[in-house]
């Protein structure tokens, strides 16, 4: 095969997309791993809204035994636009245990499905709105969250929505 100027433009092109997909995984897969040690919880997930408010699990991090939701394209009907307001202007919920917080209750039994007692979510805010989701879920007990623990899975989350690659990246 030939050299030509167009063809090492293209393989530039894969190359070039290709290193921002490795370098995206490498920083979404410290940032969880880091965040459930951190935290010390059963499984952190970052959640991608794909179209209106329905998604998928992109990434996730989980202690051994756990239940894997990686690739679930979630079951919580009751996310809806009233939900997607508070995110998109920065809330961060703190569910320290699921049997007596206010709750919906499809959204109480969608995180008893997936075997959470407690959870923590921020959102992944980007230039074009709402990302996502990034999730802790304690599964052992219910679980009080500090303050601390709600700036750091903020941090995270503003971490991961600072990714350049991010943006455009999708399942």
Not at 2 to 9: I, L, N, S, W
Not at 102 to 122: G, K, P, S, W
Request: charged residues 25%; glycine residues 4%; aromatic residues 8%.
């Amino acid at each position: 095969m030939m050299k030509t100027p167009e063809r090492d433009r293209g393989l530039g092109k894969v190359a070039d997309r290709l290193a921002r997909t490795l370098k995206r995984d490498a920083l979404v897969k410290e940032t969880l791993d880091s965040l459930r040690s951190d935290f010390r919880c059963d499984r952190v997930a970052l959640y991608y809204f794909y179209r209106r408010w329905k998604g998928q699990v992109t990434a996730e991090s989980l202690s051994l035994l756990r239940y894997s939701i990686y690739g679930s394209t979630g079951a919580d009907d009751c996310f809806n636009d009233e939900y997607a307001q508070l995110y998109l202007e920065g809330r961060v919920r703190a569910i320290d245990n699921i049997e007596t917080a206010e709750l919906a209750t499809c959204h109480r039994d969608f995180l008893r499905a997936i075997q959470v007692q407690a959870n923590l979510v921020a959102p992944v805010l980007t230039e074009q709105g709402l990302w996502g989701l990034l999730a802790a879920h304690h599964c052992q007990a219910p679980r009080q969250w500090s303050a601390q623990d709600i700036d750091t899975i903020r941090a995270a989350a503003q971490r991961l929505a600072n990714a350049p690659s991010i943006r455009i990246s999708a399942p």
